[in-house]
């Protein structure tokens, strides 16, 4: 076995998490912290800076294919000393989409399955949302309901369920419901529904010096709390869709205070700008899964020299979901045709990915955890 | 000798900036490229990452006295593993406010240099600007009328020089600058116009493990361009105010379009916000000069166990300047009064550094460096 993903429980700002470690852990069993990441990133980057792990399998959930090929492959032409077409590490910077990319995003986007939990554990305080909508629709499962309301009834929730409190105030929010809330069909904390390929993917890429970004649609506070312990990936490393905070002063302390207002929709169009703006680099290597990618994988492709774009594609109805062009969360339709066009790398998850969610391994290799010691 | 500042030439994007390279080299005289900034930082970091290079001074320009006493101090504090205040390494974030903290701001901004500059280089197209308020001023070097222009006309000057043109074009157009503009009093390129004291408290500090951004209201696209080369900070650990920037396709190829409207302003109260938006996490120290950083060091402040705050008070009218509370341009005057109130450290600059600029060492040090070799 090449990797030991196994339970763990990792202290994060004042709450306990309780997940899955999603990490490659080749010194054996051991508690991620952010420490932890750092170091392990740091002597990856300076003691093991190309390929490392000679005769170790870095992506033991890959299926040998064109796909994985094309990975290693990319990887040797830009880390490699004696390459013509190598890439200071500084310059090695890699995207990644989160919803659909790196975790599920079915039934519809995790982030709204918490705005209205939130609403729910809110809704004492508001006997109004009984009879107003879309909040009557939440409280009332209405799913039909909800799907009227439309992106102005969407906009809404988020605003009533993610503005109004400090951003210190949010982020144990967030860790809450993480700690608690499980997903409604797979019965096991959303933290858990992370796709392991995507994990070795990530802990390959910094073994070989390349800085791995997460670029969201999703709201960058609702991801900062829990990405650290799950992907390896600090809080600045993460760029997403914000709302706008303003500084208060609440006896005498500043706080941050999050207001019902858009600041940045870090989707489709607004990837690349939020790229630039965060990181102010060009990525050499971009992964998303869905229409709102495309941007983000056409501004990785135009830059100069060796670039790797790549798309999830969802097949695995058993395992996770199968989805593309008709669907309406996640659509991948025409950064589907696009990659045709231009020679993307596109992942079957069916054909690809021996693994799905790190479960599965956890759950099949209890005998040879056990027989390695701790 | 502890450092070894010498004069370089270093490629960066696509034109050549001649500068200093404004860097504590231990290993000798050698170009610092990006690449090199980022292995020094991580040879740093992973091998000798607590107060490295025992014997040698870290802060040889600092005065030994209350202020680099307390700066080391606090290093310590937080740095050392047998300290009981340890603070891991990913955690340590230091901030840094740019124009007059780690570079001159007098006689104002450089970047209102850089704007007026532009406006004369474009004024061939634009016959309308002989007659137009604020451009007149600017033509016509009448400083009186630009002051009498105020907030708006300065606006006015940043959308006409800093909009209209893509991302890549406007980072050559800095770089050009830089390469061939000189300071009107010291007759120096700008970028020698950096304080050696600090550009040793920068290395000192991420040789000890510290992420050091800047957090400055001037323009985060102005800064990119050269801070790597000059102050050893990559891109991504650069916040600023910026103008919005949208997507378009020319030709077929995506490019960012810098557009004639505010994004973000990075000053006073925007300072915390910036930090927490592109950072996520509170910085354990914060560097300012202004009354603009008063917010900035409130916010640091603020955070539980130990933090340092330090202003730089310009206090030298023969080697830089003298101003504080009545200067227009780096006012220092309420963060002074709650410096003293809470205890925050000031560098009175005549009195704490040995060395203001670099060219004062690479002057007086011609013949040490002979003698070193390379």
């Not at 045709?340 to 209890?366: A, C, H, I, L």
Request: hydrophobic share 40%; net charge negative; with cysteine.
């Amino acid at each position: 076995m090449e990797g030991c993903p196994v339970s763990f429980v990792v202290l994060i700002p004042t709450v306990k998490i309780t997940g899955v470690p999603q990490f490659m852990c080749r010194a054996g069993i051991f508690p991620l912290s952010r420490v932890c990441v750092r170091l392990a990133l740091c002597v990856a980057l300076c003691l093991q800076p190309i390929a490392a792990h000679a005769g170790k399998d870095p992506l033991p959930s890959w299926q040998d294919g064109e796909t994985r090929r094309a990975i290693v492959s990319f990887v040797r032409q830009v880390a490699a000393p004696e390459s013509p077409d190598y890439i200071p590490a500084g310059q090695r910077i890699a995207v990644f989409d989160n919803d659909g990319t790196l975790w599920s995003e079915k039934p519809v986007y995790f982030q709204l399955l918490f705005a209205m939990d939130r609403i729910r554990a809110l809704a004492p305080q508001h006997p109004e949302w009984k009879t107003q909508q879309p909040f009557r629709a939440v409280l009332e499962n209405d799913m039909q309901a909800l799907a009227d309301a439309g992106e102005a009834g969407l906009l809404e929730l988020v605003m009533a369920s993610h503005a109004g409190m400090t951003t210190t105030q949010f982020e144990t929010i967030v860790s809450d419901w993480l700690a608690t809330a499980a997903h409604p069909e797979r019965k096991r904390p959303y933290t858990e529904l992370v796709y392991q390929s995507m994990l070795e993917l990530l802990a390959y890429l910094r073994d070989n010096g390349f800085t791995t970004y997460i670029v969201s649609g999703g709201g960058i506070e609702f991801m900062r709390p829990w990405v650290s312990s799950v992907y390896g990936i600090p809080p600045e490393q993460v760029i997403g869709s914000s709302i706008k905070v303003v500084l208060e002063y609440r006896d005498g302390e500043p706080v941050l205070v999050r207001q019902a207002e858009i600041d940045f929709i870090d989707d489709k169009e607004g990837k690349p700008v939020g790229i630039h703006k965060f990181i102010g680099q060009r990525p050499l290597l971009a992964v998303g899964n869905s229409d709102g990618d495309l941007q983000m994988l056409q501004w990785t492709d135009a830059g100069e020299g060796p670039r790797f774009m790549m798309l999830v594609r969802h097949t695995d109805a058993q395992r996770e979901y199968a989805y593309d062009r008709d669907s309406h969360v996640g659509r991948l339709d025409k950064a589907l045709d696009e990659a045709g066009q231009r020679g993307w790398t596109v992942v079957d998850m069916k054909r690809d990915w021996k693994v799905v969610y790190p479960f599965e391994t956890t759950d099949n290799s209890q005998t040879s955890r056990v027989t390695q010691g701790d």
